[in-house]
T-cell receptor
Framework: GAGVSQSPSNKVTEKGKDVELRCDPISGHTALYWYRQSLGQGLEFLIYFQGNSAPDKSGLPSDRFSAERTGGSVSTLTIQRTQQEDSAVYLC????????????FGPGTRLLVL | GENVEQHPSTLSVQEGDSAVIKCTYSDSASNYFPWYKQELGKGPQLIIDIRSNVGEKKDQRIAVTLNKTAKHFSLHITETQPEDSAVYFCAPNNAGNMLTFGGGTRLMVKP
């Protein structure tokens, strides 16, 4: 079946602009996660959704970052007033249920802020 | 939170040799220990995992060993092939709601 998909695959934007990143989880997966991976670095947890709710937003780097999930499926990660340090690969993952350990990752969105 | 370290950060082996990557963690409540492989331009993919009630698990050329007392677990790849070249991440956790990743190990298999 289809895996986790993300769009766009690449995004180049100018400093100060807003961007929206989209994640389509595997059908039927109730848990969804966002991570950030800076060049050559490990993965940094940002936020997760259990259904449509996000119990823990403490991983978001600043108040310029927000995420939502509607209908228990698609999620969008929005970065307002982008800064150069926001440049990274943003990865989305989903799992069958919250507390289901195996997470399935999408290919990521490569964001470059000029 | 969980403090996770991987060693080595880079590893170069000759094709056919074995490779071992070690992951140490701090949270004694961790009970799930996966390894992910990330190829260039792709997201991480689970390759093997182990739970706290098991000491070793093997899947063809890949194995994971766990030492809960010492709080570390290792990834073993035997008979390495060029397609094993990638970045490998460990991600021990105890709740399944998020993963704390190690810093990654870049494995290069030279033909």
């Amino acid at each position: 079946g289809a895996g986790v998909s993300q769009s766009p695959s690449n995004k180049v934007t100018e400093k100060g602009k807003d961007v929206e990143l989209r994640c389509d989880p595997i059908s039927g997966h109730t848990a969804l996660y966002w991570y950030r991976q800076s060049l050559g670095q490990g993965l940094e947890f940002l936020i997760y959704f259990q259904g449509n709710s996000a119990p823990d937003k403490s991983g978001l780097p600043s108040d310029r970052f927000s995420a939502e999930r509607t209908g228990g499926s698609v999620s969008t990660l929005t970065i307002q007033r982008t800064q150069q340090e926001d440049s990274a690969v943003y990865l989305c993952a989903s799992s069958l249920e919250w507390r289901e350990e195996t997470q399935y990752f999408g290919p990521g969105t490569r964001l470059l802020v000029l | 939170g969980e403090n996770v370290e991987q060693h080595p950060s880079t590893l170069s082996v000759q094709e056919g040799d074995s490779a071992v990557i070690k992951c140490t963690y701090s949270d004694s409540a961790s009970n799930y220990f996966p390894w992910y492989k990330q190829e260039l331009g792709k997201g991480p993919q689970l390759i093997i995992d182990i739970r706290s009630n098991v000491g070793e698990k093997k899947d063809q050329r890949i194995a994971v060993t766990l030492n809960k007392t010492a709080k570390h677990f290792s990834l073993h790849i035997t008979e390495t092939q060029p397609e094993d070249s990638a970045v490998y991440f460990c991600a021990p956790n105890n709740a399944g709601n998020m993963l704390t990743f190690g810093g990654g190990t870049r494995l290069m298999v030279k033909p």
